[in-house]
């Protein structure tokens, strides 16, 4: 069989380079959003002293107090995160590209070759 006859499978498949950036750019807004979050804790000597969390810094200044900056901390870490779930994601696709490719499907055999990027080339 000819590879002109041969079904064409269209579908699109990322390098492998763009699927681990994206992993990981996952992972990156997964610990932001924990920091966001998660209440920060402090060990105290009855126990336990909750300071709120980045989202919800303590309002009354026993708790600011003992807190000082923990939560403005975190708010930064959250943020350095994000911005490191964005710089990751963004630079894997533009390095590795994630664009469509279309695949031959061999009759005789299961092996796929790469075909020509041009659709129209496709449809011959």
Known sequence: MSSASQPVMRGER???????STIIAVLFFLLAAYYYFVPINI???QGVFGCGSAIHPPTD?????IC???STINRFRSLMSLIAAILVG???WMLFG?????????ADDD???ESPRDPAALDD
Request: glycine share 22%; proline share 0%; hydrophobic share 35%.
């Open 43 to 45: 060990q105290a000597q």
């Open 68 to 70: 000082q900056d923990l």
């Open 90 to 92: 963004g630079l894997g």
């Open 111 to 113: 092996e796929t070759t």
């Open 61 to 65: 200044d026993f708790a600011k107090g």
């Open 98 to 106: 994630g664009g469509i490719r279309a695949a031959r499907v061999g």
């Open 14 to 20: 990322m390098s492998t380079g763009a699927k681990v």
